[in-house]
Structures are given as C-alpha cells and as structure tokens.
C-alpha cells in the first residue's frame, strides 16, 4: 500500500517546495492542508504516515491571534507521543520544540539569506551530513531551547540551535533546505520588503543569492532528505 504524507502550511506561500522530490520517490502519496483550513481542525495528525510541518511568519507564542497553534500543538503531541515519523521546518521546528515542552522566543536579529551550518558531533553521524558545507537558506527570527530528550545537531553563529533530532522518526530544521528553486520566493521577498529594507537588506540581491545558490542547496537538502526517509522504520 502507497504510504501517505500530509504537509501543514501555516502560510499558503510555504509549501513542501523541494523536499517534495524525494518524499514522492519514497513511495509516499502527497496531501497537503492549510491551518487556516476550517477542515484543519478535524484532521488526525497521528494518522498519515509522514507528517511535515512547513515554516510560516508568525511565532508560536503568537496563539491569541492565531488560536489553530493551540489547537495543532495538542493534536501532534499525541503523534510525537506515538513516535510517529515527523519532520519539522522553521516555524514547524519551533512547534515541535513547543509540544515538548521547551521554550520558544524571539531570537537576537533575523537570520536571513544564504549560509552554511556547522554540524555538531552528532549530526555528522546523521542525514545532515549530506548538507555539507552548502549554503543553505535562513529566513527567521525566533529560536527554541533544546528539548529535553533530543539531540543537537547544528548551529549556526547566530542561531545555535539550528536542528534537532529525537532517534530516527523526528527531525527538526530551524533552516530551509528544501528552498532554492522553487519560484513563490518571490512571494517571501515582495511580503517581507519593508522588514528586508529595515535589516538593510536588498530584495533584488536575495534574489540573485537564490538564483545562483538556491540549486546546490535545494540538491543537498534532497539527498538529506532522502537518507532520513530511508532510515524510517
């Protein structure tokens, strides 16, 4: 039987973009939900085979004005209680670290654009190590501390917690590997201009930086991908 994969969207604009490749080739059929959804609410996030929550603009300690983070929060700790395959990215790594139990915050500047991370010990013995030494896209603002029960596997100089693991079913990237072809980072640049501007940074350049990186980083973030699936049970 097909596997399936169910990818959370808490903004329409951030979509499975390049890990869509490999989790496909997996042998896994794609479905995908936005939490704004009136549907979202009702949905079991224990059920689907791979769950993969994608990043989005606001912070996990913003509820009152987005309550479906409650409500998403409650419902993946019975999945993560289950032990069931999970992958997290951005905004999706800090809603993990939240459902166990860690705390998530505003970080010390936005970390936006292309660079690479530096593996620990530990992620050098993972999936991660097919990064390398790939500039990868960042493009947040908040950070968690470590969960309790996990292990670190990258840093950056800004952010040290740039990834996570809990043994080979949960995996938790603060940075987007996955980015780098696809075309809706249009959409991320036109959204985010006048906070680009405020960090002093040029949309136009971003966008040149993800034309000329963005393929090595999308190629590097697939064959991560693609080792962590295959160690799934």
């Given at each position: 039987m097909t596997r399936t994969a169910l990818i959370i969207r808490h903004i329409p604009y951030e979509?499975?973009?390049?890990?869509?490749?490999?989790i496909a080739a997996a042998g896994y059929a794609l479905?995908?939900?936005?939490?704004?959804?009136?549907?979202?609410?009702?949905?079991?996030?224990?059920?689907?085979d791979l769950l993969v929550l994608m990043g989005g603009p606001m912070g996990v300690y913003e509820r009152a004005a987005h309550p479906w983070i409650d409500h998403e929060i409650a419902r993946l700790r019975r999945r993560l209680d289950a032990d069931r395959p999970t992958l997290g990215i951005c905004l999706?790594?800090?809603?993990?670290?939240?459902?166990?139990?860690?705390?998530?915050?505003?970080?010390?500047?936005?970390?936006i654009g292309f660079h690479p991370i530096t593996l620990t010990d530990t992620g050098a013995n993972t999936?991660?190590?097919a990064l390398g030494d790939t500039p990868v896209l960042h493009w947040h603002g908040d950070t968690f501390d470590l969960p309790e029960g996990t292990e670190w596997l990258a840093s950056s100089p800004l952010y040290p917690h740039?990834?996570?693991?809990?043994g080979d079913t949960?995996?938790?990237?603060?940075?987007?590997?996955?980015?780098?072809l696809d075309p809706r980072i249009d959409r991320w640049i036109d959204n985010a201009a006048e906070n680009l501007a405020g960090l002093g940074l040029d949309?136009?350049?971003l966008r040149a930086d993800y034309d000329r990186l963005?393929?090595?980083?999308?190629?590097?973030?697939q064959a991560m991908i693609a080792r962590w699936l295959a160690m799934l049970p």
């Open positions: 979509d499975i973009a390049g890990f869509g490749d490999p479905d995908s939900v936005d939490a704004t959804d009136p549907e979202f609410a009702g949905i079991d996030l224990t059920a689907p999706g790594s800090q809603i993990i670290a939240a459902t166990l139990g860690a705390a998530v915050y505003p970080g010390p500047v936005q970390e999936p991660l190590a740039q990834a996570f693991r809990r949960l995996l938790a990237l603060q940075f987007h590997a996955e980015m780098g949309g136009a350049v963005g393929p090595a980083c999308v190629a590097a973030g």
